[in-house]
């Protein structure tokens, strides 16, 4: 079973996905987004309404990322390698 994925890491694997599909497609598809971050359709739309309620992104024609955005991704990837070099030293 897995384990049940924070909020903040839905957020970071929905930056993730857009930072990926930007480096493929010109166009960002939210059902490519959907599929990277395993996760419903419904449940991605109502988490990019929150990150641009957030400033996280924006929603134009195509989802685009805000400068908080890209540093809260920065963060969060800063954090988890933090996280895992602590839990490689107690392996």
Same mark, same amino acid.
């Given at each position: 079973? @897995?384990?049940?994925?924070? @909020?903040?890491?839905? #957020?970071? =694997?929905? /930056? $993730? ?6 480096? /493929?497609?010109?166009? /960002? $598809? ?9 996760? $419903? #359709? =419904? @449940?991605? /739309? @109502? ?20 400068? $908080? ?6 963060? #969060? ?6 996280? =895992? ?7």
């Amino acid at each position: 079973m @897995k384990d049940k994925r924070s @909020k903040l890491q839905i #957020y970071y =694997d929905v /930056i $993730s996905a857009i930072l990926l599909e930007k480096q /493929i497609h010109p166009e /960002i $598809s939210k059902t490519r987004i959907q599929q990277r971050c395993n996760t $419903s #359709y =419904d @449940k991605l /739309i @109502k988490y990019i309404d929150e990150m641009q309620e957030k400033g996280l992104l924006k929603n134009s024609e195509n989802l685009k990322l805000t400068e $908080s955005g890209n540093r809260f991704f920065t963060d #969060y990837s800063r954090v988890n390698n933090m996280i =895992d070099e602590i839990t490689e030293r107690l392996v």
